[in-house]
């Protein structure tokens, strides 16, 4: 499948569906154009939550086997360097989806539960 192909929208659920046509104003999206949004950025879309989410990474990565052709066996240098130089910057995107992520974790987890404190304070009078 090629990057410009239809995204297979068949293959979703109607809710799914429902999301990423009304992303796209109701036009058929590209495969390249729904895998070009951030996953952050499919969570802020109406009636999207990680289940969806999940569904849509899973479609997508069935259909990648256009990223391995993306730099075709001929390929120049320069088109190579090009390349290489997109994947680092997925790669350091994702480390800062990734450190954002923990680091909300880790903001969750050190803050005191409010039952914890209500029951504190119930306590002491």
Do not use: N, Y
Not at 5 to 23: G, M, N, V
Not at 83 to 97: F, G, P, S, T
Not at 99 to 118: F, L, M, N, T, W
């Amino acid at each position: 499948m090629q990057p410009s192909d239809p995204f297979p929208l068949e293959r979703c659920s109607s809710r799914l569906r429902s999301a990423i046509l009304a992303e796209f104003q109701g036009r058929h999206p590209t495969l390249q154009e729904v895998a070009s949004i951030p996953p952050r950025r499919w969570l802020t879309a109406p009636g999207v939550g990680q289940t969806l989410l999940t569904e849509l990474e899973a479609i997508i990565r069935d259909h990648q086997g256009w990223t391995k052709s993306d730099v075709p066996a001929t390929s120049t240098d320069a088109a190579l360097v090009e390349r290489i130089e997109q994947l680092q910057r997925d790669l350091e995107r994702l480390r800062r989806e990734l450190r954002s992520v923990i680091d909300s974790i880790r903001r969750k987890q050190s803050e005191p539960d409010i039952s914890d404190q209500d029951s504190l304070q119930g306590g002491e009078g």
